[in-house]
């Protein structure tokens, strides 16, 4: 079992930035790929992206490509998302998830992924 808990959100003007970090109990941090999605009211939640296990590789969301960046520290069983030049249609609830697929084709799957965080709110003011 792994337990996660998201903070660092937060409401930021347009333009802004904000790191999340999502911290993880139980054993095997390291062994997961950790992925971020994210809900925006009246959408489906979709993927934002997501860190390998290892934490050499890491893939984007075309929508945040080159503005988000995805980190891990295992020896703190913790992972980061700084997010940089915020835009208001970024406003949702991110989540954190972990899932023991290694397979990169399913990291935007959300079904792939077997625990979750309870989510926190990122609001962006134009």
């Known amino acids: 079992q792994v337990q996660l808990v998201e903070s660092g959100g937060g409401l930021v003007q347009a333009g802004g930035s904000l790191r999340l970090s999502c911290a993880a109990s139980g054993r095997f941090f390291s062994t997961y790929t950790m992925g971020w999605f994210r809900q925006a009211p009246g959408k489906e939640r979709e993927f934002v992206g997501a860190i390998t296990w290892t934490g050499g590789r890491t893939y984007y969301a075309d929508s945040v490509k080159g503005r988000f960046t995805i980190s891990r520290d295992n020896a703190k069983s913790t992972v980061y998302l700084q997010m940089n030049s915020l835009k208001p249609e970024d406003t949702a609830v991110y989540y954190c998830?972990?899932?023991?697929?290694?397979?990169?084709?399913?990291?935007?799957?959300?079904?792939?992924?077997?625990?979750w965080g309870q989510g926190t709110q990122v609001t962006v003011s134009s």
């Open positions: 998830a972990a899932s023991t697929d290694r397979n990169r084709s399913s990291f935007p799957n959300d079904r792939r992924y077997d625990y």
